[in-house]
């Protein structure tokens, strides 16, 4: 799931700092003062996991021993845009190819590539000026958009104009060739004109240089170094290499800018720019299993999840005070907000929590955001899901489409994306029932708020729905018949539902971009927690038996949809599927 807040720094002190190896105490004998052993806690499962190969049936051990795979630490948070979204998607393909899923992507394949693209700076980029290097990324601020390069070396520097003054800059003879550079009045944010050296006027530059690096503030320089675009749709022109410089670096080339006139020659700068626009990895991996009615095989009842997580951090943590320090004090994780100090009495159960898991653990350093719940919970249950279809003697009549979206915590991007552009024709998808974060929801989980800002918890047959009358009221009727019929237990939780409700829990996951087209969805999951992205979110603490149901519910309400002698019937208003999602 997505996030609601940006995420803030987190002001932890001394708690997090990772304790020396001399401090940590190894589990083996840990005994209470009385001699008795410590009971283990529910959640003892194990850090690392080999499963046994996985079975037709839908198991709490098959889902085991694919989460423990597909949210181990080599797969680095499976960020979008990286090589490690590329191993985890591989690993869905090779099983849904191994289990004879229909290809469904792009080209007769399994996967649907995005549009994504890195843009960065090389690393061999140089800018020197009167024998001063430019520091990249602070008196260099690169804006990169296409893949290009300029050599500075023995090209002429000419003071262009005031970038606000188009009728001040030089004409487009007097810049050919030449790297221009324009000021920037203090009144102007050039940031919402960094695209400026697309304008026809500087087409004959060598390249356009801004006099603002130094009023970029801190936290958006990185952004500007290195980016990952979604381009969905098509990006007005590059223009010619542009950055920003420092006033200081225009002032070494130009002497003091006061009263500049355009046209000044400025002195030389070596060295060169190099910009790259590559690729990023990023596709969905989309399956089908062909229904088995010849007359409504053409329709499609929509499975999915979303392959992508939030990557790494490069400032690790102990493992067990973020855990112990969330549980007291956010308990849903980065959904809660950041406590501004803890009480007396918060430090003091802090203290005994850490102290009790260190009893039982070395301490760990952890900086990878496994996103075992999010999503590797869901995109396991569905492949869970499709292993059980593609076993099953007997076919649905109505086909089943398998998509794991990618990029659903930048924004949805695979997601939008699929529903953009659908493999199969859009109006044959009947309805979408999308998982994320499907195996938690324990009593001692805070799984969110009410829409008064109680908060809720998890226990038995606990699963939240969401969305599911929102276009269908059929829809919503028949995952209550179904958990009635089948004898699933669940305890259905809808308070997230509510129209308004300002956790946004209904525009925050892959399903909406389906809704917005009109097609009949419902969301499960269990909700929050207080490892909700965080790096603590990982496979030891999945209750795999209650996640074995939900996907067990999912499959067969998937069933029960894809038999229906008619279509789901869409009795609500649809959405404006270029509007923005309301809750
Ligand atoms: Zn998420």
């Known amino acids: 799931m997505s996030l609601a807040r940006p995420p803030l720094g987190l002001v932890l002190g001394a708690l997090l700092a990772v304790a020396s190896p001399g401090v940590a105490q190894r589990p083996s004998s840990a005994r209470s003062g009385s001699g008795s052993r410590a009971a283990p806690a529910r959640e003892e499962l194990p850090l690392k996991y080999e499963g046994p190969a996985t079975s037709a049936e839908i198991s709490a051990s098959d889902l085991m021993t694919r989460l423990y795979v597909f949210a181990d630490d080599s797969m680095m948070g499976r960020e979008v845009g990286t090589i490690y979204n590329t191993k985890g998607s591989a690993y869905i393909e090779r099983e849904i190819r191994r289990l004879g899923l229909v290809p469904a992507g792009d080209s007769g394949g399994y996967f649907q590539n995005l549009p994504l ?39 002429p520097v000419v003071y262009g104009g005031s970038l606000r003054d188009s009728s001040g800059w030089l004409s487009s003879a007097a810049m050919a060739g030449r790297v221009v550079v324009l000021s920037v009045p203090s009144s102007v944010n050039a940031i919402q004109y960094r695209t400026v050296s ?10 356009v240089l801004i006099v603002y690096a130094e009023r970029v503030p801190a936290g958006l320089r990185p952004f500007f170094v290195r980016q990952t675009v979604f381009e969905r749709d098509a990006m007005p022109p590059a ?10 670096a225009a002032i070494s080339l130009f002497g003091p800018m006061d009263n500049l006139r355009a046209g000044a020659a400025g002195s030389g700068i070596a060295g060169s720019l190099i910009l790259h626009k590559e690729q990023a990895p990023a596709r969905n991996v989309v399956g089908v299993i062909p229904g088995s009615d010849p007359k409504l095989r053409g329709q499609y009842v929509a ?43 918060q430090l003091i159960r802090l203290r005994r929590a850490i102290d009790s898991l260190h009893a039982r653990h070395s301490a760990r350093a952890d900086s990878i955001f496994n996103g075992a719940d999010d999503d590797g919970t869901g995109s396991m249950s569905v492949l869970e899901i499709a292993e059980a279809f593609a076993s099953a003697k007997v076919r649905p009549r109505r086909s089943l489409l398998f998509v794991w979206h990618a990029g659903e915590e930048m924004g ?83 308070s997230m539902d509510a129209n308004g409700h300002p ?33 603590t979110d990982e496979p030891q603490y999945i209750d795999y038996p209650h996640m074995a149901d939900v996907a067990r519910l999912v499959r067969d309400v998937a069933l029960a949809v894809a038999n229906l002698d008619h279509r789901v019937v869409v009795d609500k208003p649809r959405p404006d599927p270029k509007g923005s999602c309301v809750q």
């Open 303 to 345: 499975i999915g999840a979303h392959n992508d997580h939030i990557g790494f951090t490069t400032h690790p943590v102990d493992h067990d005070s973020l855990r112990a320090l969330n549980a007291i004090a956010r308990p849903q994780g980065a959904d809660s907000p950041e406590p501004a100090r803890l009480t007396q009495l």
């Open 239 to 248: 223009g010619v290499p542009s950055a920003f410089i420092t006033t200081a």
């Open 117 to 155: 693209y890195n843009y960065f700076a090389d690393g061999a980029s140089s800018m020197t000026i009167a024998g001063r290097a430019l520091a990249m990324g602070t008196d260099v601020i690169p804006l990169v958009r296409a893949e290009q390069r300029v050599v500075f070396d023995g090209l």
């Open 412 to 494: 949805m991007w695979g997601s939008e994306f699929y529903t953009d552009h659908p493999t199969v024709p859009r109006d044959s998808i009947v309805a979408q029932l999308n998982m994320d974060m499907v195996g938690r929801g324990a009593a001692s989980d805070v799984t969110g708020e009410t829409r008064s800002g109680q908060l809720t918890h998890g226990g038995p047959g606990y699963l939240q729905l969401i969305g599911s009358r929102r276009l269908s009221t059929e829809l919503g009727d028949l995952i209550e018949t179904v958990n009635r019929k089948e004898k699933l237990g669940f305890a259905f939780d809808y």
């Open 503 to 535: 956790q946004n829990i209904y525009c925050r996951s892959d399903h909406y971009e389906y809704a917005r087209y009109g097609i009949p969805i419902v969301f499960l999951t269990t909700g929050g927690h207080a490892d909700y992205h965080e790096v």
């Open 198 to 207: 697309a304008n026809a006027r500087f087409a004959s530059a060598a390249a």
